[in-house]
């Protein structure tokens, strides 16, 4: 079956850029996506990139899909302390289900 | 303005006591979806309904039940909770679309004494 993989631990100064990766085994996955769930909060949709693009920006977000090696990361430019959080990465498979990463939790150093 | 609204957004049951949970959507959205989540953990299916089409995810237990009377309303109803069934309730929509992105509502913490 899927298997999507994120380390669970990433800490980074106020300011610094932050790099979340994040791995999958299906080849068939059409949409990639990164959501944001903070402490006792739904999850919201960050951004998602299709799988026939290398690259998305949106603002401070930017998406980089290598589709061979099946790698995707989430950068966050100029990392500030409300983007502490867990960021969850998920595949979307031929039927059209999600399947998440365990989730990075993001802690933002002042 | 909340487009994908769960109540209540914190539910204590009895262990055996039947709970509902209510998630309602002002998207128009064909598809909706009840997710698991326990603590530090990634979010589980449970079932999604594709307009009035249910469809249960292979190792979601009888314990869990859905109902979707109409477009905007969707409920999962927990017979029997049991002191494992603790944990936030995600609903989710999407539409047919190419993208087929799943927006999520805030989630129902669910606390079995």
């Known amino acids: 079956g899927e298997d999507v993989e994120q380390s669970l631990f990433l800490s980074v100064r106020e300011g610094d850029s932050s790099v979340i990766n994040c791995t999958y085994t299906?080849?068939?996955?059409?949409?990639l996506y990164w959501y944001k769930q903070e402490p006792g909060a739904g999850l919201q949709l960050l951004t998602y990139?299709?799988?026939?693009?290398d690259m998305k920006q949106d603002q401070r977000l930017t998406v980089l899909l290598n589709k061979k090696d099946k790698h995707l990361s989430l950068r966050i430019a100029d990392t500030q302390t409300g983007d502490s959080a867990i960021y969850f990465c998920?595949?979307?498979?031929?039927?059209?289900?999600?399947?998440f990463g365990s989730g990075t939790q993001l802690t933002v150093l002042p | 303005d909340a487009m994908v609204i769960q109540n209540p957004r914190y539910q204590v049951t009895q262990f055996g006591k039947p709970v509902t949970l209510s998630c309602s959507q002002t998207?128009?959205?064909?598809?909706m979806y009840w997710y698991q989540q326990k603590s530090s953990q990634a979010p589980k299916l449970l079932f999604h309904?594709?307009?009035?089409?249910?469809?249960n995810e292979a190792d979601t237990p009888d314990n869990f039940q859905s109902r979707r009377p109409n477009t905007s309303f969707c409920f999962l109803d927990i017979r029997s909770p049991g002191l494992g069934d603790a944990a936030m309730y995600l609903c989710?929509?999407?539409?047919?679309?190419?993208?087929?992105?799943?927006?999520f509502g805030p989630g129902t913490r669910l606390t079995v004494l």
């Open positions: 989710a929509t999407s539409a047919i679309s190419r993208s087929s992105t799943q927006y």
């Open positions: 299906d080849s068939s996955s059409t949409y």
């Open positions: 990139i299709f799988s026939n693009m």
């Open positions: 998920a595949e979307r498979d031929s039927a059209r289900q999600l399947t």
């Open positions: 998207l128009n959205h064909n598809v």
């Open positions: 309904y594709y307009d009035k089409d249910f469809n």
